[in-house]
């Protein structure tokens, strides 16, 4: 059978960049879990009805039917592009069984049909967590989850990973604005200032004149807005400074401040507000957030979110919540899928001795090392063949595996380390290689330094 074409936008890391992929992963979890945070697992599918909302995301869900349907599906399915989406419908279905406020994480593929390019694909890794409340949810967790990022990628920063700036604003700030500036198309201008990195603010201009309708002055006064950043809770100032007014404008800046001053508290210079964020999704409805690599800011916001009040509900209920997303695969294609990657794998397998095979009549020696050694929780591995022990070497040392098990050398047992050259007796049922040895470990590279 000749290879399929490859497709472009689903990575399939080495198995070296894999376990750097595991790494991170596991910081993640752990950071997590600190946190009180508990994991779930949801299905890959939702009902489109649910996933397509009129959103910017509606043209890149991938429908999924039978291969054999007959006639149109009464139910048509797609596969989920984010994880919020998914936990909504979890937390209504599950309701009577949780306690709330409910805090979960959630590490799982998500899919979207957009053009691949650098850091983004069309499937990828995210890791969630949300806070959600039943009928009303305390403000201060819109504090808690950008911390918990911020902690998160402390905990990534032992690997080498850069620092982050978590990048804040305000739905209601948003709104507020426009409509105190005479326009009524919000969702039209929320898209359009969500373009302000990718097309510039002369395009911007251009993207409010067709889709919100505002005029020059309308468009003068929300780059104004969009140009606006700043660490400190005095930002308000400089929005208020444009003159304009509406009820909805002032709850906003209010909240956005208390969120700056609050997260600065605890870890300065963390979170900064940025008047450019408006989130292409139109299920948020509070805080929103995206988040910079340090000197990596061309790949956009590694991780995202922001708080919705009414994704989750049933008729007598409603589950607002607040959520970051960790985008992985992306933080990945600068972590181990570039030229200049940052992080690399000290070996490509978890093999930390290769038992050498002296003859296939003899295998068995080998097997039985090898079993005594897992048993005590050594990762280790027989030789493929009863080659010359040269090439056997030689294979251990091509997946840099540091030491080869002898079962007759002229000892006994004997281990080399092939780094080194050093070969000395070993007990089956007491030798372990160094700790640092004992797991492939995930360091930075030279490039990333």
């Known amino acids: 059978m000749a290879p399929a074409a490859k497709l472009s936008g689903f990575p399939e890391w080495l198995p070296a960049d894999r376990i750097v992929e595991e790494r991170v992963i596991d910081l993640l979890k752990h950071t997590f879990e600190l946190n009180g945070f508990a994991a779930i697992h949801t299905r890959a599918v939702e009902p489109l009805s649910a996933l397509a909302k009129d959103g910017e995301i509606d043209k890149e869900i991938f429908a999924v039917r039978r291969l054999h349907a007959e006639g149109d599906e009464k139910n048509p399915l797609g596969l989920h592009f984010d994880l919020t989406v998914p936990t909504a419908r979890y937390v209504t279905e599950n309701a009577g069984r949780l306690d709330f406020p409910f805090k979960r994480y959630q590490i799982q593929p998500v899919w979207r049909g957009e053009r691949p390019q650098d850091g983004r694909y069309r499937e990828f890794i995210q890791a969630d967590i949300d806070v959600i409340g039943e009928d009303s949810l305390a403000e201060h967790f819109e504090v808690e989850i950008p911390l918990v990022i911020v902690q998160a990628f402390e905990a990534l920063r032992s690997l080498g990973v850069p620092p982050v700036r978590i990048l804040a604003n305000n739905r209601?700030?948003?709104?507020?604005?426009?409509?105190?500036?005479?326009?009524?198309?919000?969702?039209?201008?929320?898209?359009?200032?969500?373009?302000?990195?990718?097309?510039?603010?002369?395009?911007?201009?251009?993207?409010?004149?067709?889709?919100?309708?505002?005029?020059?002055?309308?468009?003068?006064?929300?780059?104004?807005?969009?140009?606006?950043?700043?660490?400190?809770?005095?930002?308000?100032?400089?929005?208020?400074?444009?003159?304009?007014?509406?009820?909805?404008?002032?709850?906003?800046?209010?909240?956005?401040?208390?969120?700056?001053?609050?997260?600065?508290?605890?870890?300065?210079?963390?979170?900064?507000?940025?008047?450019?964020?408006?989130?292409?999704?139109?299920?948020?409805?509070?805080?929103?957030?995206?988040?910079?690599?340090?000197?990596?800011?061309?790949?956009?916001?590694?991780?995202?979110?922001?708080?919705?009040?009414?994704?989750?509900?049933?008729?007598?209920?409603?589950?607002?919540?607040?959520?970051?997303?960790?985008?992985v695969s992306r933080l990945m294609s600068r972590l181990a899928g570039s030229e200049h990657r940052l992080l690399a794998a000290t070996r490509s397998v978890p093999t930390a001795v290769l038992i050498a095979v002296t003859d296939e009549a003899h295998r068995a020696r080998a097997d039985d090392v090898a079993y005594a050694l897992r048993t005590r929780g050594i990762p280790a591995d027989v030789a493929p063949q009863a080659a010359k022990f040269g090439k056997q070497i030689k294979y251990a040392d091509r997946r840099g595996i540091p030491f080869v098990w002898f079962t007759d050398g002229e000892t006994g047992h004997e281990v080399k380390d092939i780094r080194s050259g050093e070969q000395v007796g070993a007990d089956p049922e007491l030798w372990a290689p160094p700790a640092a040895d004992l797991w492939p470990r995930v360091v930075g590279t030279a490039e990333g330094a």
């Open 172 to 327: 209601k700030l948003l709104e507020g604005f426009a409509r105190g500036i005479g326009l009524d198309d919000i969702a039209a201008v929320l898209r359009c200032i969500d373009k302000y990195d990718k097309v510039g603010p002369a395009r911007v201009a251009e993207l409010l004149a067709e889709e919100a309708g505002a005029d020059a002055q309308q468009q003068r006064l929300c780059l104004a807005l969009a140009a606006i950043e700043a660490d400190t809770s005095a930002f308000a100032d400089e929005v208020r400074a444009l003159g304009v007014s509406d009820p909805l404008l002032d709850e906003g800046l209010d909240a956005l401040a208390r969120l700056l001053d609050s997260a600065n508290r605890i870890s300065p210079g963390s979170v900064v507000a940025q008047l450019k964020i408006a989130r292409g999704l139109d299920y948020y409805t509070g805080t929103v957030y995206e988040t910079q690599l340090v000197g990596h800011e061309s790949i956009g916001s590694v991780a995202s979110g922001g708080r919705y009040d009414a994704l989750a509900k049933t008729d007598k209920r409603v589950y607002p919540g607040v959520g970051m997303s960790v985008g």
